[in-house]
């Protein structure tokens, strides 16, 4: 079965300064030494979680979406991470699936953090995102979703789970590490696959401290990474044999609740 080699981006990030942030997120791609096939940045990795989309956000083609194809294209990678976008007079923290042949996905985050206001200035997503790729499908989330484990949970596809690796990009801050943390692991525990979290470092605009701690994590909970503060570049490649022998050992998924979810944000 084939492997997925996946690198983490912790970085912190320059307060709403697009031209700077991308340099820097340009120079730590290029210094990746080994091979890999998806990098992963944090939330809003162009500007910091700003509620100012009103100054910040662009179009689908522009500054940044175009950074992303740059950088794909001539790496050779996949590209996610999420960015402030404007569509139809509406404003969404919208990540990309960027890859290196130019085309892309996207999702806009699901539940829009009302603590900070995010609600007020983005709109919430109404559909998931579940990419493919070499055989693993992967579902791509932001931050906030964390807290709402009914919009990440697997849901059976003719017997099968729906995706392989669940992805959260993240401006989590330190003062709720706890539950970051637990979260990220209960996520890969209840949906028996493999959990990333890539969340920044440093201080933010709004003078929030995040300690990164991002993570990976297998099908059994099992923590393969974690960096807390420092700016880390890590590199980890997640095997389909181990997820595939923990799903036959405990195939606890066969006997899952059946669900649907009913849309109230539109």
């Known amino acids: 079965m084939s492997s997925l080699t996946v690198t983490i981006i912790q970085t912190n990030l320059h307060w709403e300064n697009k031209q700077v942030n991308l340099r820097m997120l340009e120079n730590k791609i290029s210094s990746i030494k080994e091979k890999t096939e998806l990098v992963v940045l944090p939330e809003m990795f162009s500007t910091g979680f700003s509620m ?26 996949i590209l996610t991470g999420s960015l402030i976008i404007e569509e139809e007079g509406n404003f969404y923290n919208r990540l990309i699936w960027m890859q290196p042949n130019g085309q892309y996905g996207f999702y806009d985050k699901r539940h829009c953090f009302a603590f900070a206001e995010e609600d007020k200035y983005y709109t919430a997503g109404t559909k998931r995102l579940i990419a493919s790729v070499k055989g693993w499908k992967i579902n791509l989330l932001i931050c906030y979703d964390l807290r709402f484990p009914v919009w990440a949970r697997q849901q059976s596809r003719e017997g099968e789970p729906e995706y392989d690796v669940l992805i959260y990009v ?18 890969a525990i209840e949906n028996q696959c493999y959990v990333i979290g890539a969340n920044r470092v440093g201080d933010d605009g709004n003078d929030i401290h995040y300690s990164g701690e991002s993570m990976v994590i297998d099908p059994l909970g099992e923590i393969l990474y974690t960096k807390k503060e420092e700016e880390d570049i890590f590199t980890i490649t997640l095997d389909k044999n181990h997820l595939q022998t923990v799903r036959e050992k405990f195939p606890f998924l066969k006997d899952a609740d059946r669900f649907m979810i009913i849309d109230n944000k539109e």
């Open 52 to 77: 100012k989309p009103e100054i910040l956000a662009e179009p689908m083609h522009g500054e940044t979406i175009q950074w992303m194809k740059k950088m794909t294209a001539s790496r050779k990678i």
């Open 170 to 187: 993240a401006n989590w801050p330190e003062r709720r590490s706890h539950a970051w943390k637990t979260l990220l692991q209960a996520r």
